[in-house]
T-cell receptor, first 110, second 112 residues
């Protein structure tokens, strides 16, 4: 069983819909990261969080440390949000070595 | 700031050839990383460094070598290229332990 599990693996939405991606992990962590990889291949860090909730534009990330679970929400989705979203954790015992989830491929149709 | 830069963007190697993938960051970050991403798969850590002169193996180090003589540069060396090393290679850096990692644009390598 992978230490970081993401669901769903693939998601198709219509423009304007609310999107939720889930991430569950099994190890103690220092922080959780959400990354975005565009079709061109570049990887961008969206959020790093260790508690609570963070918001940036139409993106919201939440984490529940007790339940070892995080969600990434995209409000009012747009075709330019089409990308692979990757959850990664910094394990408490090896914080600088990220453990990655398998990614969620999101397609937003106009 | 340019952030993290990688060269080359693309490269085709023959089996047995060697090459160095270059990575430079201008953010004065202590931590640097090399990852590979195989088609349709997730990122895997090859090597990392926590500062100049210090390097350590990641999850998939076989077939690669690294050095960290300066804070800015973290080159990845492939000595005897094999088809299994066909992948996209990403370099990343972070200020400290468990901090946000900043990724370079990647190098797409094909070994034939």
């Amino acid at each position: 069983k992978n230490e970081v599990e993401q669901s769903p693996q693939n998601l198709t939405a219509q423009e304007g819909e609310f999107i939720t991606i889930n991430c569950s992990y099994s190890v103690g962590i220092s922080a959780l990261h959400w990354l975005q990889q565009h079709p061109g291949g570049g990887i961008v860090s969206l959020f790093m969080l260790s508690s609570g909730k963070k918001k940036h534009g139409r993106l919201i990330a939440t984490i529940n440390i007790q339940e070892k679970h995080s969600s990434l929400h995209i409000t009012a989705s747009h075709p330019r949000d089409s990308a692979v979203y990757i959850c990664a954790v910094s394990p408490r015992m090896a914080g600088n070595k990220l453990t990655f989830g398998g990614g969620t491929r999101v397609l937003v149709k106009p | 700031n340019a952030g993290v830069t990688q060269t080359p963007k693309f490269r085709i190697l023959k089996i047995g050839q060697s090459m160095t993938l270059q990575c430079t960051q201008d953010m004065n970050h202590n931590y640097m990383y090399w990852y590979r991403q195989d088609p349709g798969m997730g990122l895997k850590l090859i090597y990392y460094s926590v500062g100049a002169g210090i390097t350590d193996k990641g999850e998939v180090p076989n077939g690669y070598n690294v050095s960290r003589s300066t804070t800015e540069d973290f080159p990845l060396r492939l000595e005897l290229a094999a088809p299994s090393q066909t992948s996209v290679y990403f370099c990343a850096s972070s200020r400290g332990n468990a901090d946000t990692q900043y990724f370079g644009p990647g190098t797409r390598l094909t070994v034939l």
